[in-house]
């Protein structure tokens, strides 16, 4: 009985360990496939004209 119990322990540990290990390799792919695809993404182009006078001054109260 208690052999019986052990070996049915065993089996439910086993199945958790491999469904975490199961669902820790999905989400790497998952997160690979974000990376990937955000690399295939054509960079940003920013056109606009910056300059230093654009800039303002703060005040010590907005500090």
């Known amino acids: 009985m208690m052999s019986t119990m052990f ?15 199961g669902s ?8 690979i496939g974000v990376i990937v ?7 940003a182009q920013d056109y606009g004209s910056y300059s230093l006078d654009q800039g303002r001054d703060i005040s010590e109260r907005e500090r």
């Open 37 to 43: 695809q955000k690399a295939a993404e054509p960079p």
């Open 7 to 21: 070996i049915i322990v065993m089996i439910v540990v086993g199945l958790i360990v491999v469904a975490l290990i």
């Open 24 to 31: 820790g390799i999905f989400w790497f792919l998952v997160q």
